[in-house]
């Protein structure tokens, strides 16, 4: 059975510092690592996508992509409140079609 | 950039009844939608999977009688919950995909309670 396996949390960080969030996939044949930020009672938004191992920024977001450890990272470097949320790790299906989602992991940014 | 446009945001609904969401893509062609449902302070569970002009397909343990969902054009994608029942409470979000592209863009969901 696919699985997308993450630390449910909650990470608590103080504000400035680097959060790191982890995830796990199953499913070898697997292309396609999204990284999505979900507030409480909204739709998921989307933070990173990658498609290649090593490592990809964009602003103060990080992505990093191991597919021999099966492995996906989300780096985010001077977290603020406003980063405050559940990040949800989603992986696409070896059919290429669905995205299957991690529980996720709720962090906390203080102030 | 891609935007899906999910209605209603929100539906309160007696048990028994039947409640449609609809899921538009407005402006691209979306060849594969996909509902998910998300309980409180869960992941979001992949329903089923439709292509444009197809039967969708069900994931296991989702009854293909209960949530049927219609996918007519490129454009529009429906789920209706039939017979509602309180466990059917839940956040329903709809995500849609152009045709060839990597990209998923979500609807803004919609919170359905049935009471």
């Known amino acids: 059975q696919k699985e997308v396996e993450q630390n449910s949390g909650p990470l608590s960080v103080p504000e400035g510092a680097i959060a790191s969030l982890n995830c796990t996939y199953s499913?070898?044949?697997?292309?396609?690592f999204f990284w999505y930020r979900q507030y409480s009672g909204k739709s998921p938004e989307l933070i990173m996508s990658?498609?290649?191992?090593g490592d990809k920024e964009d602003g103060r977001f990080t992505a990093q992509l191991n597919k021999a450890s099966q492995y996906v990272s989300l780096l985010i470097r001077d977290s603020q409140p406003s980063d405050s949320a559940t990040y949800l790790c989603?992986?696409?299906?070896?059919?290429?079609?669905?995205?299957?989602f991690g529980k996720g992991t709720t962090l906390s940014v203080s102030s | 950039g891609a935007v899906v446009s999910q209605h209603p945001s929100w539906v309160i609904c007696k048990s028994g009844t039947s409640v449609k969401i609809e899921c538009r893509s407005l402006?691209?062609?979306?060849?594969?939608m996909f509902w998910y449902r998300q309980f409180p302070k869960q992941s979001l569970m992949l329903m089923a999977t439709?292509?444009?002009?197809?039967?969708?397909?069900?994931e296991q343990g989702v009854e293909k009688d209960k949530f049927l969902i219609n996918h007519a054009s490129l454009t529009l994608s429906t789920l209706t919950v039939t017979s509602a029942h309180p466990e059917d409470s839940s956040f329903y979000i709809c995500?849609?995909?152009?045709?060839?592209?990597?990209?998923?863009?979500f609807g803004s969901g919609t919170r359905l309670t049935v009471v």
């Open positions: 995500s849609a995909r152009e045709g060839g592209g990597y990209g998923y863009t």
């Open positions: 499913d070898r044949g697997s292309q396609s």
């Open positions: 990658i498609y290649s191992n």
């Open positions: 989603a992986v696409n299906n070896q059919a290429g079609t669905a995205l299957i």
């Open positions: 402006d691209f062609q979306a060849t594969t």
């Open positions: 439709s292509n444009e002009g197809s039967k969708a397909t069900y």
